[in-house]
């Protein structure tokens, strides 16, 4: 298995499996993700290794912050993390406006990238449209979901 990359390793139900092995390097952090599946079947896993222990996402604030908000006007969401993320670590923000039913737009932080405190701007949209965002953070691969749907008002 290789660091920092998608593999497959085997679910045993009783816990014999083996996932393969990779070089670990002393001082560094590793985050283990595994797919959930059932016993005895393949699940996709990726072993991620960062350089300072990892870092969680303590608060998310908005401006406006409220829905609706006016047409054409942009959406500032402000990330804060527990501390100073290691180069490898991501926030990434994906918004839809069509539900997910296709990917969405992934943003990167307008301010403040690899800082605790990171900033995103969805663009202004036009009246009418619903449109929902939320949170990755890389290395965990996590979605924290933060506002539902915001709505641009007539």
Known sequence: MSINSQGTAFAYGDGGGTAGSYPATSGRFYTYVWE???????????????????????????????????????????????????????????????????????????????????????????EMTNLQYYLLQRPFLLCVVIKTLLTWQR
């Open 36 to 126: 959930d599946v059932s016993t005895s079947s393949n699940a996709r896993v990726i072993v991620m290794e960062t350089t300072n222990a990892p870092v969680s996402i303590n608060t998310v604030s908005q401006l406006p912050t409220n829905s609706p908000v006016p047409a054409n006007q942009g959406v500032t969401v402000t990330v804060t993390l527990s501390g100073t993320p290691s180069t490898q670590e991501n926030v990434f923000l994906r918004y839809s406006t069509d539900n997910f039913a296709t990917y969405g737009t992934l943003l990167s932080p307008t301010t403040g990238a690899g800082t605790a405190s990171q900033e995103f701007t969805i663009p202004g949209q036009p």
